[in-house]
């Protein structure tokens, strides 16, 4: 029986797990007063930079003894920073549940080669954040981006702990309350939750890890790019806007308008709000058929960004063909865009529910996934 296509279609058909759906207000125009043929170390340059760290201050409720600084090369560029200029003093945890857990993994085992106990869990699953030992340095994502899998809080993290937790929060700054007391190295784009222009990552380091980088020099050398201390001190300048290399002030311009738009609707708790309602309008559609499921074992650890969905039905004999064809569809109708699962993650979709995706377009795609399913559903059927 040939399927019949919903007549409602989302306004906005980009679901993608990054670069993320811009806020639903933006336009090219918001960008106008971007300070474009300027130094961004002139006058102009450094207020707006200075004006997006302490705007992201406000806005995430990170304590006034933090430091904040944006850095090259994204969420990757910060996280490979920390991981570089402060490992090595103590033994590690390497935390993974997925694929960049498992890359910070790699870095520190087979580039930094320091001493690491490596816990990790398979995609749908978490490692047990209790059961770690917090007097060494401990290195973990917060949101497991391609597995849709989430640490569900940071009560377990000691607060008399030893050692630094440097937390991956890429695809959870902005649409989860962090827990700063329990954080040491936090590290984000704002490409994800906020729609940000690529390339530009942001670190932001407590006291204790100021400490850390003002005691210990690491017995490999550092490139340029990932000094953070000059003569044993901080490089204070990189958390007032001073940056290492030369940022984008138009990508600054546009992560402005995000911070903005954020305030806009509530700040973090309205982030946090609006992100959640998406999630559970994906989660409410997969529990109420039995042929797709959250990928998350544990909805306790669901994630509400990057849900991640598998197929469940015994008549698909090749998942990743089956995955496939079916966000094609979607794609080919102009109903979800880029939607398909990270490549390394098991055959299914990854539907960014993040802050700037509006819940009416979640809903309206939903039944367009149905349809998509049981369509190529009929499709394997007649091709048997």
Same mark, same amino acid.
Request: charged share 20%; glycine share 8%.
């Given at each position: 029986?040939?399927?019949?296509a919903p =007549?409602a279609?989302?306004?906005?058909p980009?679901?993608?797990s990054?670069?993320?759906?811009?806020? !639903?207000t933006w336009?090219?125009?918001?960008?106008s007063?971007?300070?474009?043929?300027?130094?961004?170390?002139?006058a102009?340059g450094k207020?707006?930079?200075?004006?997006a760290?302490?705007?992201t201050?406000?806005i995430l409720?990170v304590?006034?003894?933090?430091?904040?600084?944006?850095v090259?090369a994204?969420?990757?560029?910060a996280?490979?920073?920390?991981?570089?200029?402060?490992?090595?003093?103590r033994?590690?945890e390497?935390?993974?549940?997925?694929?960049?857990g498992?890359?910070?993994?790699?870095d520190?085992?087979?580039?930094?080669?320091?001493?690491?106990?490596v816990?990790?869990a398979?995609?749908g699953d978490?490692?047990?954040?209790a059961?770690?030992?917090y007097?060494n340095d401990?290195?973990?994502?917060w949101?497991?981006?391609?597995?849709g899998?989430?640490?569900?809080? /940071?009560?377990?993290?000691?607060?008399?702990r030893?050692?630094?937790?440097l937390?991956d929060?890429t695809?959870? =700054?902005f649409?989860?309350?962090l827990?700063?007391?329990?954080l040491d190295v936090?590290t984000?784009?704002?490409?994800k939750v906020l729609?940000?222009?690529?390339?530009?990552?942001v670190l932001?380091?407590?006291p204790?890890a100021v400490?850390?980088?003002?005691s210990?020099? !690491?017995?490999?050398p550092?490139?340029?790019?990932? %000094?953070?201390?000059k003569?044993?001190?901080l490089?204070?300048?990189?958390?007032?806007?001073a940056t290492?290399?030369?940022?984008s002030?138009?990508c600054v311009?546009d992560?402005l308008?995000?911070?903005?738009?954020?305030k806009?609707?509530?700040g973090?708790?309205?982030?946090?709000?609006?992100s959640e =309602?998406?999630?559970k309008?994906v989660?409410?559609f997969?529990?109420?058929r039995d042929?797709i499921a959250?990928l998350a074992?544990? !909805?306790?650890?669901?994630?509400t960004?990057?849900?991640?969905l598998k197929?469940?039905?015994d008549r698909?004999?090749d998942?990743a063909a &089956?995955?496939k064809?079916v966000?094609?569809?979607?794609?080919?109708? /102009?109903?979800?865009?880029?939607?398909? =699962?990270? %490549?390394?993650?098991?055959a299914?979709l %990854?539907?960014?529910?993040g802050?700037?995706?509006?819940?009416?377009?979640?809903?309206a795609m939903?039944?367009?996934l149905?349809?998509? &399913?049981?369509?190529?559903?009929?499709?394997?059927a007649e091709?048997?």
């Amino acid at each position: 029986m040939a399927q019949t296509a919903p =007549a409602a279609r989302p306004a906005n058909p980009r679901f993608s797990s990054g670069p993320c759906a811009k806020p !639903p207000t933006w336009t090219l125009d918001a960008l106008s007063d971007a300070a474009l043929g300027r130094s961004h170390r002139a006058a102009v340059g450094k207020t707006k930079l200075k004006d997006a760290i302490e705007t992201t201050r406000e806005i995430l409720g990170v304590p006034g003894d933090y430091k904040i600084g944006i850095v090259p090369a994204s969420d990757t560029g910060a996280y490979e920073m920390a991981m570089w200029s402060m490992l090595g003093e103590r033994p590690v945890e390497m935390v993974a549940w997925e694929s960049f857990g498992a890359g910070w993994v790699t870095d520190a085992v087979k580039q930094l080669k320091i001493d690491a106990t490596v816990h990790t869990a398979e995609y749908g699953d978490i490692v047990d954040m209790a059961a770690l030992n917090y007097d060494n340095d401990v290195c973990f994502t917060w949101n497991g981006t391609t597995s849709g899998v989430r640490v569900p809080t /940071g009560d377990v993290i000691p607060a008399d702990r030893e050692g630094l937790t440097l937390c991956d929060a890429t695809s959870a =700054a902005f649409a989860m309350d962090l827990p700063w007391d329990k954080l040491d190295v936090t590290t984000f784009s704002w490409q994800k939750v906020l729609g940000g222009e690529a390339a530009h990552g942001v670190l932001i380091l407590s006291p204790r890890a100021v400490a850390r980088l003002e005691s210990y020099t !690491p017995a490999w050398p550092l490139p340029k790019i990932f %000094r953070l201390t000059k003569g044993g001190k901080l490089i204070d300048g990189i958390f007032t806007g001073a940056t290492i290399n030369t940022p984008s002030m138009l990508c600054v311009e546009d992560y402005l308008f995000a911070l903005n738009w954020s305030k806009e609707v509530g700040g973090l708790k309205g982030l946090v709000a609006r992100s959640e =309602a998406n999630a559970k309008a994906v989660w409410d559609f997969c529990d109420a058929r039995d042929w797709i499921a959250n990928l998350a074992n544990d !909805p306790a650890t669901r994630s509400t960004t990057s849900v991640c969905l598998k197929f469940t039905d015994d008549r698909i004999t090749d998942g990743a063909a &089956f995955a496939k064809a079916v966000a094609k569809r979607l794609e080919v109708e /102009g109903i979800a865009l880029d939607i398909g =699962a990270y %490549r390394d993650a098991p055959a299914g979709l %990854r539907i960014w529910c993040g802050s700037t995706v509006e819940t009416a377009d979640i809903e309206a795609m939903l039944p367009w996934l149905d349809y998509a &399913f049981h369509a190529e559903i009929e499709a394997l059927a007649e091709a048997a």
